[in-house]
């Protein structure tokens, strides 16, 4: 079970404000997770990552990410503090890793970065080692050498980046990475299915080029859900009482701030709402959120009452879901044990 959280905003965010000081920020859900209970990794140790994008372009430091990766659990890193109240940026990926594929390394920490494209997952690629040559041999060399990990998310990136005319780009339209992003997963889908792999695979997938975000929520299944998935939009992210209790403010009708996370930040029932089963989000470089499904053999159509009878046991045995109880009203149960 990992997690993540995006941030995307018109003005630079100090990265404390959404890893460190809020009392239910990513760094604390990695050992104090209050909606998704996984009883066989209950803590996200296994390492974390933070990429981020500069505020001001600088032409001697170009226009990739930086990324900050550690093996050390996020809540005990001292140098993510120190970092984290003197970086702000306007566009931020954070993930904490619970290992489930893969060795506890660098090269396996998300995020990842290619020129100026960013990455990281939650979920996994059921049974992957049958599908790993088939996905690889897709690959052009130049790609296939970028890997230096073991893990499905970065092979999974790398296929993406595949699906790209030219993935060096200095930029991307929303509509090239929605496009590549579906042919990504339609690409696993058909080895999945050439294997007779079953098992669902949880692909909650994320990319950016620092102006553009395209996150998926998707499992390969018609009857079970997805690894939760939230989104909250506003004008400000602030604390509002003591201990670090923050909530998203609107003060008019302008979207200043979008994130995106595996669980909410705030425990204000109001500031999230969760993104359906088997759809992706995209947020454009004027703000702009769109929730799009994702049409193929596991989607069911709103319409159909089938889509709001999902089980939740996969998920939930895999800690990347609540039970069901918890996720029709997820927000007061966190409340009613703060």
């Avoid at 930040?265 to 995209?282: C, G, Q, S, Y």
Wanted: with cysteine; aromatic share 10%.
């Amino acid at each position: 079970m990992c997690r993540f959280v995006i941030y995307k905003g018109t003005s630079p965010v100090q990265l404390s404000h959404l890893l460190t000081r809020p009392c239910h920020s990513i760094i604390n859900q990695a050992f104090d997770s209050r909606l998704r209970l996984d009883h066989r990794r209950p803590i996200n140790g296994d390492g974390f990552g933070v990429g981020w994008y500069d505020s001001v372009y600088d032409e001697e430091l170009g226009s990739q990410p930086c990324i900050f990766t550690s093996v050390t659990p996020a809540w005990n890193n001292v140098n993510l503090v120190r970092l984290a109240e003197k970086i702000k940026s306007p566009l931020v990926f954070a993930h904490v890793r619970a290992t489930t594929a893969g060795t506890l390394s660098l090269d396996n920490c998300h995020p990842w970065s290619y020129g100026k494209l960013m990455f990281m997952h939650n979920g996994g690629i059921a049974e992957f080692p049958k599908i790993k040559r088939k996905l690889q041999m897709a690959l052009p060399d130049e790609l296939f050498n970028m890997v230096t990990g073991n893990t499905d998310s970065q092979w999974a990136f790398a296929l993406l980046l595949s699906k790209l005319p030219d993935p060096q780009a200095r930029s991307f339209t929303p509509a090239v990475l929605q496009k590549a992003m579906l042919e990504t997963i339609a690409h696993i889908n058909q080895l999945l299915d050439e294997h007779d792999i079953s098992e669902p695979s949880l692909m909650n997938f994320c990319v950016t080029d620092g102006e553009t975000v395209v996150a998926t929520r998707y499992i390969t299944s018609r009857t079970e859900e997805a690894a939760s998935l939230w989104f909250s939009s506003g004008s400000t992210f602030s604390e509002y009482a003591a201990g670090g209790h923050y909530k998203m403010s609107k003060t008019d009708k302008r979207e200043n701030i979008i994130m995106v996370a595996s669980e909410p930040l705030t425990f204000e029932k109001a500031d999230w709402m969760e993104i359906r089963t088997n759809h992706m989000v995209v947020i454009t470089p004027k703000m702009n959120l769109l929730q799009i499904p994702i049409v193929d053999k596991y989607y069911v159509p709103q319409s159909d009452p089938a889509a709001l009878s999902r089980g939740t046991d996969f998920a939930a045995a895999k800690g990347f879901l609540s039970p069901r109880r918890d996720v029709s009203r997820p927000l007061e149960s966190i409340e009613n044990r703060v």
